[in-house]
């Protein structure tokens, strides 16, 4: 059934964002974006996901949603590991609190305990200490790395 799939979901979002830091860890969780208004990004401890304001990714992934929303892609980097692309949903994620997010101008650098993202005016950059990440354009093209 959809419901409780969405309700699980946005009950473990919630408590990956209510939760401490960790060793390296940004306390906290929030939201920003790009200044063109186009990448959203939303953090929690040293994890970020960003995706696209009304777009999708390019290439696109596949749809294997299965009680949840597919939503055509976010991108999604933890303090360690891979990036991933996140092609399913059971919330608004990054886009889940406009008024909340913060601009973060072209050329600036936000750290997320290991994590940190760097913005251009059409592309986030998105990485841990490990040197995994990825990067996203106004476009919907991506790198992963």
Not at 29 to 58: D, Q, R
Not at 115 to 139: P, Q
Request: glycine letters at 12%; one cysteine or more.
């Amino acid at each position: 059934m959809r419901i409780p799939s969405i309700i699980i979901l946005a009950l473990a979002a919630a408590a990956l964002a209510a939760g401490s830091a960790t060793a390296g860890g940004a306390k906290g969780s929030g939201f920003f974006k790009t200044s063109n208004g186009k990448i959203y990004c939303e953090w929690a401890s040293s994890n970020v996901v960003c995706g696209i304001k009304n777009g999708k990714l390019k290439p696109a992934p596949k749809n294997n949603c299965k009680g949840i929303d597919y939503i055509g892609g976010w991108l999604a980097v933890n303090a360690r590991g891979s990036s991933k692309v996140q092609a399913c949903s059971g919330d608004a994620g990054p886009f889940a609190n406009p008024s909340r997010t913060s601009t973060l101008k072209s050329g600036a650098t936000k750290r997320l305990g290991s994590t940190s993202c760097k913005a251009t005016t059409s592309a986030m950059t998105c990485r841990n200490a490990a040197k995994h990440g990825f990067t996203i354009n106004t476009s919907g093209t991506y790198k992963r790395f």
